[in-house]
């Protein structure tokens, strides 16, 4: 099926490349195409005239908007004429919109419109006001709309803002005035509904040209603008209130008196748009819109409006409702029209009445004044209003049912009584709750059993069948060197190929189960089971997993390695590394640690082992100088074990806090066993006398453990980081003094000066002579064991004797 050729134009130009539209478009057939599908769009008086069909008119929009904001194709006044007179009356705003971005593309254009159209619609106008005495035709009426709409719509082209605008406001404001004289002196142009149309037009053009004036009056703020528009507005009233020599009481122009009676919001608001002016002309400006505004209170006085405005209104059913795409119901045996959308009844009614009464606003303010103070408004907007109430009562209730029962001879009173529609819908509300019986016809059209008016039958498409479709093919897979590479991970999850692939449902959850039931035995077990933590410090003395790294024979540094793991549960820490310094005195790495305390340790067992056996010493003696008063801190007692220690007041009775919170040391630092006890422990196989009871014996264990745990300490003789002085040490009781001023008293000195051998020489290491020097232990550790034992047995002889 193909189209006619009017959309085959249509179309084309619609695909037609941007850059080629404006050559197009000035070809004198486009043009006169395109104008003469325009000419037949127009709206018509008539519900009996037909216009072009709605796909028609849309693809006509869509051209002309394509073509308004590109350079020289929409540069056509004729053009722009035809398409404001078949789109204003439907949408203003629309084709206002489409105007004003044609006149901004085509700066020429606008030129134009003041020059050739305001003389082409002088012309148009003189003609149509002899079709009514038979010398014109309607040809002429309907150029003249044509170019009066051309005028409304293209309003940007009469602003006062130019000389060019102003005069060109005055010239078209003059021929409007004339036209309208001779259309009003004309009595036969009461049985031409196109003269009828053609005044309306006038009104609105004329009440367009003074709106615009009056706004660009209201909306300019520079001196020079505004008295343009001011002098504008000046000679458009006198126009239209002309002033015979020095008298003022001269009639107005029926144009005048058309539009103060017809539209009397245009007086209030030419007033205010010169409120504030100042000057002979203002004043001037202002008596004129006084002489406007009782123009119209001397017309309000008449009786009715004009006749011809009630036949326009009647015709056109405000703002066009009668045209061929509504839907037609009965009033009084006689066919009015009723509102609906697109030929389709009771689809939005009250919508469709809001959309009339702003065509009404935006095409003819004359008219939808006229609608607002009618005695009788027409029916369309009350009908409207009616099913909208019955379907916020009734939603189930289909539209149609509601307007045939609004209209039916049942319920709808006599048309000429007065509040018919109101009494209707009272008695149709009343049998809808009351399930009263309805005529036969409502029942079969709320039932939906009556006969749908058969539409026709669309056109089928060709069907064609389709090619098979083929299988897709799946793309390239690239290949790498390195996919079976165990070791190279990218894009792929790590661990046994197994374990890669989730495993089912059902065998994922029963696995699962037993796994938690078998993690949970284990921990009950491992908490229920006893702990060997202190036993296992107990017998190796805290230093199990311990080595020592030994460098070479030349006496290179030592580092102690441990496990990874606490010493005990008594908070010892570990030492990193150390060796002996050249005075013999142990050092760490981070020169940095304060004096006893290795770095990195915490804060309640941080110190050094020489420095944690004098404080544990000292609390099994005499345990009050760990109190915290100031007569304790200032005795000789805590003086002592400063210099013994390196440690401050503070230091100190914080390490006692700290072993009193732990009750595992607590238990093991008891006083101190009888001598007896001490020497059975000593002697190793003797058996305890009967007269020991078994506390000493469970004590004298506790001790020995003790003493165990520091056996390597008092073998080879590490000092606390910051030596006491020997003035008061040696003063000091031999159990109180320092751990190496008790070995050097109990060893022998070797060599001239008696001191250690320099150079870091190892624990184990020979003891240096005169020079310093010292030599690195060549016994590969075999006599470690004989000194630790001479020297445990030494220091729990020293013990013993307390």
């Not at 609608?371 to 209730?397: E, G, M, N």
């Not at 006893?530 to 410090?537: I, Q």
Request: include cysteine; hydrophobic fraction near 35%; aromatic fraction near 2%.
């Amino acid at each position: 099926m193909t189209a006619d050729p009017s959309t085959q134009l249509l179309v084309a130009l619609l695909t037609l490349p941007a850059s080629s539209l404006p050559s197009t478009l000035a070809l004198p057939s486009v043009a006169d195409s395109l104008s003469s599908l325009l000419a037949h769009s127009q709206p018509h008086t008539t519900p009996a005239a037909q216009h072009q069909p709605d796909d028609t008119r849309q693809l006509l929009h869509s051209v002309i908007a394509r073509a308004a904001p590109i350079k020289g194709a929409l540069a056509s006044v004729s053009l722009l004429a035809h398409y404001l007179a078949a789109f204003l009356p439907s949408n203003a705003h629309l084709a206002r919109s489409t105007a004003r971005e044609a006149l901004a593309a085509n700066p020429r254009l606008a030129q134009q419109v003041r020059t050739e159209g305001i003389e082409a619609l002088r012309l148009a106008l003189r003609r149509a006001c002899h079709a009514g005495n038979g010398d014109g035709d309607e040809g002429a009426v309907r150029a003249a709309g044509t170019l009066l709409a051309l005028v409304q719509g293209a309003r940007e082209c009469f602003e006062p803002l130019t000389s060019a605008g102003a005069a060109a406001a005055v010239e078209a404001v003059g021929a409007l005035v004339s036209a309208y004289g001779d259309l009003a002196d004309d009595d036969s142009a009461s049985s031409s509904p196109s003269l009828d149309a053609l005044r309306l037009a006038i009104l609105d053009t004329a009440h367009s040209l003074l709106t615009t004036v009056s706004t660009t009056l209201s909306s300019t703020s520079s001196a020079s603008p505004s008295s343009g528009a001011l002098d504008c507005l000046r000679d458009l009233l006198v126009l239209l209130l002309p002033q015979r020599g020095s008298s003022s009481s001269s009639p107005p122009t029926p144009l005048a008196s058309a539009l103060a009676s017809l539209a009397p919001a245009l007086a209030p608001a030419l007033a205010d748009a010169v409120t504030g002016s100042v000057g002979p002309t203002a004043r001037q400006v202002k008596d004129l819109v006084g002489g406007l505004r009782r123009a119209g209170s001397a017309a309000a006085e008449g009786t009715a409006p004009p006749e011809w405005l009630e036949r326009l209104r009647r015709a056109r059913f405000v703002g066009g409702a009668a045209d061929g795409t509504v839907g037609v119901g009965k009033d009084g045996g006689e066919e009015v029209a009723l509102a609906g959308v697109n030929g389709v009844e009771g689809v939005d009614a009250e919508k469709e009445a809001e959309l009339a009464s702003v065509r009404v606003a935006g095409r003819s303010p004359v008219l939808a004044f006229l609608t607002q103070r009618s005695d009788k408004p027409p029916r369309v907007p009350h009908v409207a209003q009616a099913i909208s109430h019955l379907l916020d009562l009734f939603p189930h209730l289909p539209p149609p049912f509601l307007r045939a029962a609004l209209l039916h001879p049942t319920f709808s009173p006599p048309a000429s009584s007065a509040g018919g529609f109101e009494r209707a819908t009272e008695s149709l509300v009343a049998a809808l709750l009351d399930d009263a019986p309805l005529p036969a016809d409502l029942v079969a059209l709320r039932d939906g059993t009556a006969a749908p008016t058969p539409a026709p039958a669309p056109v089928q498409p060709a069907q064609v069948a389709a090619p098979p479709a083929e299988p897709a093919r799946a793309g390239p897979t690239r290949a790498n060197i390195h996919d079976d590479d165990r070791f190279f991970s990218r894009g792929k999850l790590l661990g046994p190929k197994n374990a890669r692939r989730p495993p089912p449902a059902s065998a994922a959850q029963g696995k699962g189960l037993a796994l938690d039931e078998s993690l949970k035995a284990s921990i009950i077990a491992l908490a229920e089971a006893p702990s060997s933590d202190e036993d296992d410090d107990d017998d190796y003395g805290g230093g199990a997993g311990e080595a020592f790294l030994e460098g070479e024979e030349d006496g290179g540094p030592r580092v102690r390695v441990g496990d990874g793991e606490p010493k005990d549960g008594d908070g010892s820490s570990d030492e990193e590394e150390e060796m002996d310094g050249p005075q013999g005195g142990s050092t760490t790495a981070s020169s940095s640690a304060p004096p006893g305390r290795s770095p990195g340790a915490g804060a309640g067992a941080g110190y050094a082992p020489a420095v944690q056996l004098a404080l544990e010493s000292a609390y099994l003696a005499r345990p009050e100088l760990f109190a915290r008063d100031g007569a304790t801190r200032r005795g000789k007692g805590r003086r002592e074990l400063r210099e013994r220690t390196g440690l401050g007041d503070e230091q100190i009775e914080g390490w006692r806090s700290m072993l009193e919170r732990d009750v595992r040391r607590v238990s093991r630092l008891s006083p101190p066993p009888p001598l007896s006890l001490s020497l059975l422990a000593l002697t190793g196989g003797q058996e305890a006398d009967s007269s020991l009871d078994a506390r000493d014996a469970e004590q004298g264990k506790k001790m020995q453990r003790l003493k165990d745990k520091h056996q390597d300490l008092a073998a080879s003789g590490n000092r606390p980081s910051a030596p006491p002085s020997h003035a008061s040490s040696s003063d000091a009781p031999p159990h109180q003094r320092p751990p190496h001023q008790q070995q050097q008293q109990q060893q022998p000195q070797q060599g001239g000066s008696g001191a250690r051998g320099g150079g870091g020489g190892g624990r184990g290491g020979a003891r240096g002579g005169s020079g310093g020097a010292s030599r690195g232990r060549g016994d590969g550790g075999r006599r470690e064991h004989d000194r630790a034992k001479r020297g445990r047995d030494k220091k729990m002889a020293r013990m013993g004797a307390l």
